[in-house]
Structures are given as structure tokens and as C-alpha cells.
């Protein structure tokens, strides 16, 4: 019994947060607690998952849309994801996401001259794409602006402050290519 109504506690969600997305798909599951901020700008396809303590919260910028995030089909998102959306943020299919990520796509202004403090200076956005097969390590940190290529593996603790390209294995502060991914010889090449 007892496990019953844990299950019902932890996929019960899944209900309620379909009436807060804009879609969920097909045996795709929201674990309890998964903060957002809105109802109708993010779309989730088939068989994906985000597992619980996840934050989803999106930041209006004057005469901007409002930003989407889109998660493809059969992406595994794992504990404590933040995602941070000014602009918008595309998750592709097939991708693995490990604990304690974070994918921001706003950044507050930084004017040091400004009698405003950074907490209250616009902000400047640019948005993200991971696309298809990607593998985020423990504590990955992504920036405004990066596109990180097909079947890529960010290490962990990396943080991504530029485009990676498609099949790169990239590592560090800030993340730098260590290798690809060689199709002649079927494997990782240091680079």
C-alpha cells in the first residue's frame, strides 16, 4: 500500500504538469517537484523524462516573444536541472542530461558605471540547441548562445561558453574540444 501511494505521489504529477506545459507526449514523465513558472511554453515529446527538483523558469524581455523550450522525444533529463529561459532553449532527441545542470540563456547587464545594480540591469539573451544524441556529464553549466553538435559528450563540471561541433568530446572551464569522433577509423581521435 505504502508503495502505491508512492507511486501515485511521484507519475500522479505528471497529470498536473500536462495541464501546465504546452504538450507532453507519449509515456513522457514530469517527476514531483518540478518548479515552473508558466503554463504554455514548453513542449516535450515521446518517452522523455525530467526526474525530480528540476526548475524550469522563463524571463520576459520588453518586445521580445516569450521564449519555448522544446525537449524531443526519448531525452532523459536526471535531478536538480535548471533551466534558465530569456530566449529560447531546443533539446533534440535522444539526449542524456546528468544531475545538477544547468542551461541558462540570459545573462544580467554588466555596466560597472551604472548606478544600477547587476540584479536590476536588463538582461541580454541568446538561445541554446543541444542537438541529438548529446550526453551532459555531472554539473555541466551551458551558456547563452551555444550550439553543442550532434552525438557530443560535455565532462563533467564543464562549462560551455561556446558552439561545440557535431561528435566532440569537449572538457573544462571553459569547454574546450579534446576530441572527435574519427568515421574512417570508428573511434574518439585526440585533437
Not at 14 to 39: E, H, L, M, Q, V
Not at 126 to 142: F, N, R
Not at 158 to 177: F, N, Q, R
Amino acid at each position: 500500500m505504502i508503495i502505491d501511494l508512492l507511486k501515485n505521489h511521484v507519475y500522479g504529477r505528471t497529470g498536473f504538469y500536462r495541464k501546465k506545459f504546452n504538450k507532453i507526449g507519449a509515456n513522457s514523465r514530469i517527476w514531483y517537484p518540478c518548479i515552473s513558472d508558466s503554463r504554455d511554453y514548453i513542449s516535450m515529446g515521446d518517452n522523455s523524462q525530467i526526474l525530480q527538483n528540476s526548475r524550469i523558469w522563463s524571463y520576459s524581455i520588453e518586445g521580445q516573444p516569450t521564449p519555448q523550450l522544446v525537449i524531443g522525444n526519448h531525452s532523459y533529463m536526471t535531478y536538480n536541472l535548471t533551466i534558465l529561459l530569456a530566449a529560447d532553449v531546443v533539446i533534440e532527441d535522444e539526449v542524456l542530461i546528468a544531475s545538477n545542470v544547468l542551461i541558462t540563456t540570459e545573462n544580467h547587464g554588466m555596466d560597472p558605471e551604472s548606478d544600477i545594480p547587476y540584479m536590476d540591469q536588463p538582461l541580454t539573451a541568446a538561445p541554446v540547441h543541444i542537438k541529438s544524441g548529446c550526453w551532459l556529464g555531472e554539473k555541466v553549466t551551458v551558456m547563452p548562445g551555444v550550439t553543442i553538435g550532434k552525438k557530443c559528450i560535455i565532462g563533467a563540471n564543464s562549462v560551455v561558453t561556446h558552439d561545440i561541433p557535431d561528435y566532440s568530446i569537449a572538457v573544462g572551464s571553459p569547454a574546450k574540444v579534446i576530441k572527435t569522433y574519427d568515421f574512417d577509423k570508428h573511434e574518439w581521435v585526440r585533437v
